[in-house]
């Protein structure tokens, strides 16, 4: 069953995504993170919301599918590139966040394991770069139980 706009985890998931400790991969159940309801509530708190294609099964893919997700042309050619567009994300602002949405990272966690480690990594340090500088967060949201 989908969660519907009356599940009270959804404001505390907002709430969670909104804290300033909050790191910057949440694990949640899976039923949430695809969930409309949860989208539509995030969106109206302001944070942009985009997904990641389920498909990524490797670097090349996953790279190409963040450059989508994101709204910009073409793809990063390596994790620096990545950094780069990661730490910057101002074509989407103002908001209050942005939220990358990770329904299903066991294609490319099965496929390219340390693919998806270093893509953690990446985020991790674009997440603590926005953060030392007051830009609004990004967040990975992905299902609980995903080992990356």
């Not at 990063?76 to 209050?96: C, G, H, I, T, Y």
Request: net charge negative; no cysteine; aromatic share 6%.
């Amino acid at each position: 069953m989908s969660p519907a706009l009356g599940d009270p985890r959804i404001p505390a998931v907002v709430a969670r995504l909104s804290e300033p400790d909050a790191g910057p991969l949440v694990r949640l159940a899976a039923d949430l993170v695809g969930a409309p309801a949860l989208h539509d509530a995030l969106q109206a708190e302001g944070w942009h919301v985009a997904a990641i294609d389920l498909e990524a099964r490797d670097k090349a893919a996953l790279l190409h599918a963040l450059y989508r997700a994101l709204d910009r042309p073409g793809s990063a050619p390596n994790w620096d590139a990545l950094l780069d567009l990661l730490r910057d994300l101002s074509w989407l602002e103002p908001a209050a966040g942005i939220v990358l949405v990770w329904g299903d990272p066991d294609a490319l966690i099965y496929h390219a394991p340390g693919d998806a480690a270093t893509f953690v990594d990446v985020l991790e340090d674009a997440h603590a770069f926005r953060a030392a500088r007051g830009y609004p967060p990004l967040r990975v949201i992905a299902p609980l139980g995903t080992p990356a």
